[in-house]
């Protein structure tokens, strides 16, 4: 869904964008408001992103005679859903950078690690490139008591997990961040029963080209190596998910400037974090510039991380949020003339 605030005078155009899915967990925080659905929670945060700039695009429209240029704001669907390659690249390709053209983008994400109230961002790359991986392993089943005359696809899939894991620590630049993890096992049906297969389902993360393209050279030639040697077949699939996320080093000098202004909160420069996001799409095409807002709490309890069944965000720090995304859309769409930025003040929170 998009909407677009025109201001009254000429200026450039900001798009700010908020991710709005869920993920397949099954919700066990005990809050009021808490998914009644079976493995469905928004254990990301992406409810507080679309409150956050739904707050933003009402701080923006109560001041829109003071707006240059123009707003657009895009609530995006399937940033999680790396397996089909998210909900970005859809978006841009269906014209949303465009008509009007969109002059900078920006985005905002909160962040169990860092403290409530606080900003994290830094020039240049900011997230890992991601793919994931899938690892069918064919093996030979019977039974339990005779592995002797079975292959053993559960025990190639624990001596293929280790070897996987050898990637990172001895193949790859120790200095240059980079992951390997298997996250999905799947194989068998009883106790007794040696299975004809295993499903291994995992990803791989590096924050340069160079290391992602060793990795996902690696893991399959490994995959079939180690299945070989034990006397199974193994079928690899790797998919590429999505690129590096690179902030705009000048714009993000800017937007340092700007977050800084906000009373009440503080802002840090952060090393580059091996999670992924399809927001890196738009920073292709458009600069701009991804950030986080801490949302760790321990007197209220928000200490558990993304993506957890318990995971909680402290409410008091949405409308830093707001306040920020509508300090962006003020400063880069121009407000003031004679090329000074606008500042939106404290009557805007």
């Known amino acids: 869904m998009v909407g677009v605030l025109e201001g009254r005078r000429p200026g450039k155009v900001v798009a700010l964008r908020a991710d709005m899915d869920a993920l397949p967990v099954s919700e066990r925080t005990g809050l009021k408001f808490a998914s009644r659905t079976?493995?469905?929670?928004?254990?990301?945060?992406?409810?507080g992103h679309v409150a956050m700039l739904i707050g933003a695009a009402r701080i923006l429209a109560n001041h829109r005679s003071e707006l240059r240029g123009g707003v657009k704001f895009l609530f995006q669907p399937a940033e999680e859903a790396a397996e089909i390659g998210g909900g970005a690249k859809p978006m841009i390709e269906a014209g949303v950078l465009d008509a009007p053209r969109v002059d900078y983008v920006f985005g905002l994400h909160v962040y169990a690690n860092y403290p409530s109230g606080s900003f994290a961002l830094r020039e240049g790359p900011l997230m890992a490139a991601s793919s994931t991986f899938r690892i069918r392993i064919i093996g030979r089943g019977g039974h339990g008591s005779a592995p002797q005359q079975t292959v053993d696809p559960v025990f190639v899939a624990a001596q293929l997990i280790s070897a996987l894991q050898g990637i990172r620590s001895r193949m790859l630049d120790p200095i240059s961040p980079s992951v390997v993890s298997v996250c999905s096992v799947h194989s068998g049906t009883r106790n007794n029963i040696i299975p004809d297969e295993a499903v291994l389902e995992g990803t791989t993360r590096a924050v340069d080209e160079p290391t992602r393209k060793k990795v996902t050279s690696l893991v399959p030639r490994i995959s079939k190596s180690v299945c070989s040697t034990f006397g199974a077949k193994c079928e690899v699939e790797m998919r590429g998910a999505y690129p590096v996320t690179v902030n705009d080093p000048p714009v993000t000098r800017s937007v340092f400037r700007e977050l800084r202004s906000i009373p009440e909160t503080a802002t840090r420069e952060v090393p580059p974090l091996l999670i992924a996001e399809d927001f890196s799409y738009f920073l292709q095409r458009r600069p701009g510039t991804y950030y986080f807002l801490g949302?760790?709490?321990?007197?209220?309890?928000c200490t558990y991380p993304n993506h957890s069944s318990r995971f909680t965000i402290d409410e008091d720090v949405l409308k830093y949020g707001s306040a920020s995304l509508a300090q962006l859309a003020f400063h880069f769409s121009g407000l003031r003339p004679g090329g000074e930025q606008g500042k939106l003040g404290s009557a805007g929170v």
């Open 295 to 301: 949302t760790r709490n321990e007197k209220k309890g």
């Open 38 to 47: 079976e493995g469905v929670m928004h254990a990301c945060g992406h409810d």
